[in-house]
């Protein structure tokens, strides 16, 4: 079944030619990326986590097993 063709709502004085000139497709795309930090969690990965907050905590817990591991290998006798 074809659809009803569309009412063309665009005024005629606007030209979308004219108003299309020269614009840049994509310009703004990098800054969108930059202020976008999603990650793709494989399957098995996001079954042992219920939620965000479950992956958030996990990743604080090691960047503190980290730190503490950086603070020890300072005090170890070599």
Known sequence: ???????????????LKNLLK????????????DGTNLVLLEPD???AFPN???VNDALKLVMKLKQVQEEAAKYSVE
């Open 1 to 15: 079944m074809k659809k009803k063709a569309e009412i063309d709502e665009l005024r005629p004085e606007y030209d």
């Open 22 to 33: 020269g614009g840049t497709r994509g310009k703004y795309a990098e800054q969108y990326r």
């Open 45 to 47: 990965v996001a079954k």
């Open 52 to 54: 965000e907050k479950a």
